[in-house]
Structures are given as C-alpha cells and as structure tokens.
C-alpha cells in the first residue's frame, strides 16, 4: 500500500518557485497542548543521517498539529501554493488542491472542534530524501472505545524552496473507508443499473463515481452540493473520467433541488450527521422520489465503534425518530459495514400516516 501511495504522490504537478509562508508558524508556534500526539520514527528513520530530517518532521507534524487544533495559519505554513492532495481509497483516485481545505479549516460555519489525540498512534514509517526533495509515509491509528481503531495512511511530498520544506503532494488512504463502494454496498443501496439516482453531499465525488459505474449509461446520477467549487471539482472530474450520466446540481442547505418525482434512490454518505435542519432537508428531498423511492443513509455506526465526530451522531433511535418527523419510515438498517451503518427509509402512504 505503502509504495502505491508513492508513487501516486511523485506524480504531483508543481511550479517551482520561492513560497511566502506565515513568519515563525512552525518554529514560533506556541507549546503544544496536552492532547497532541507527536509522530514517532521507525528505525530506518531514525538511523537515517539528513541535515534536513528534523525540519521535514516537522512539517509532518505541522500538518497534524493543523489538524488537531482547526489551525489554519499552521497548514498556511506547511503547504506548498501549488500543493495537491489524492485520496486512494476503494481503489479510485481523487485530487484536490489543498487550498480547498485550508479554506474549509478558516470557515467559522464548518470549523471543527478540536479533539484529544493523546491515545492516538502516529509514525513515520519511510523516509527518503533525494536533495531538494524528499517522501515520507505516515501511519496513524485512533483507537475507539469499540476497539483498536483504524489505520490511516499519509504519503507526503515535499520539497525544500527559499530554505523551508513545505508539502506539495499528499496521497491518503485509510482503512476508515473500508467496504463503502464495494458491490455488496451498493447492492444492500438497492443501486441498480439503469436508475436515477440523487446524492446529496457529493463533494468531489468520491461516491459518485461508483454510482456512475452502477447505474450505466442508461442511468443518471444527480450530484448535489452546496460547495460551488466542489461541485466544479466534481463536474471537471466526471468530464475527465468519461462519465457522461453525471450531472451536478448546486443546492440550498435545506433543499438540494433535486429533480420533482424523478428519482429511484437518493443517497447520503457520510452528511446526514452534519445536517443542522435535517428534517426540512428529508422533506424536500420526498418531493424528488418516484412513488416507489428510497432515501438511503451511509454514515458511522457511532453506537458500536464509539467514533464520535458530530453533535448529532445518527444512531438508529434518532434516525428513526427524524425520519418520522419528515414523514418517512425506517424500513432497514444494514450493519456489515465494520465501521458504518446504512438506512433505507422510505415515504409513509397514507394508510401508515
């Protein structure tokens, strides 16, 4: 996985040139909180003898010390202008540029709160430096009050401009994923080929694409969001990967205006924890389904790995009562996922009313 990762990382595209960073945002910041975990170094990075190998950690832990804490002056300082990130999880590759994070990481809507990571795992496994250029692999697992937790895998490139290592390509990929585009997936979905299919939450795509496989060319799939620049990202995409039955669709936080009464499934992954108004959004979204539609929910089964990462986890409790609230009806609830559950919900008729 390890040199997959690389390899993906060494194909970023870069212009070469002197980056302003923020003054001191690495070597001035102030003392780490208690709940920051510092990576550790596997041997081989440890007997590897660079002038350069504190300051390239450090930029790793800068990364993660932006993560931690939603700080956004550290990513500033760690990024590379032209930095672009992949993801290769569930064997589909997706890039963005990091400035895209940097900004979601600034937005007072979004900002996540920070959380303790003194349990958590982190190591540098490789190291390798050729002159002004260097790639490293980061593992790093979180355990959860449900088990071990999961590993995450960070293949970070870097180079050295104007005196400083920034970062200016990362591929991730995390067992975190596992199993959420897989056939048995979209099988226990009801995806089938040749249906309309809404996403609400779409991003860049992740999921969609796999949605584009399954429906087929006789199929379409209606990709929503409220990101403008996601949704660009996503269109660009689909564009560059041939999918000509993806359509994109930027939506309101409580309607993702979709198409009225046309779709056979619309699907959330990942969103419905998220929604501030999730009951307004489920009733606009009846008024898309065909008679016989569903309403389908991928997100994490909090309840059994004890992940936590909203305010509003969607257990089955509370996705049964806000289904019912918007008038739809819990029919099933799929738990092979290890990390994940799925609800299918569909409109109450009349005669359940």
Known sequence: ??????????????????????????????????????????????????????????????????????????????????????????????????????????????????????????????????????????????????????????????????????????????????GQTD????????????MTIGEIGAGQGRFTVPLSHRVGPAGKVYANDIDEKALAGLAARAKRLGLGNVETILGKVEDPLLPKQALDVVVMVWVFHHLDRAVALLKNVATSLKPAGTVVILDPASERTGERDSDRPSTIDSVRKEAAEAGFELVRTETFLPNDNIFILRPRTPARQ
């Open 1 to 178: 996985m390890m040199r997959r990762l690389l390899v993906v990382a060494v194909a970023v595209l870069l212009t070469l040139v002197n980056h302003p960073l923020v003054p001191n945002a690495i070597a001035g910041q102030a003392p780490a909180a208690p709940s920051f975990a510092r990576p550790t170094l596997a041997p081989s990075v440890q007997a590897l003898a660079s002038p350069d190998k504190e300051a390239i950690v450090a930029a790793i832990e800068g990364f993660l010390r932006s993560q931690d804490f939603s700080d956004a002056a550290v990513l500033d300082a760690v990024f590379h202008s032209d930095a672009r990130g992949w993801s290769e999880t569930n064997g589909e590759a997706e890039h963005e540029p990091w400035s895209a994070y940097v900004t979601w990481l600034k937005s007072d809507r979004q900002k996540p709160a920070p959380r303790d990571h003194s349990t958590d795992v982190r190591r540098i496994t490789d190291l390798v430096q050729y002159g002004n250029l260097a790639q490293a692999v980061l593992m790093t697992r979180r355990p959860t009050p449900g088990g071990p937790g999961y590993k995450s895998y960070f293949a970070f490139q870097l180079l050295k401009s104007n005196g400083r290592w920034t970062i200016v390509g990362l591929a991730f990929s995390s067992d975190r994923l596992e």
């Open 183 to 194: 056939d048995r997936t979209l099988d226990a979905m009801g995806i089938r080929p040749g």
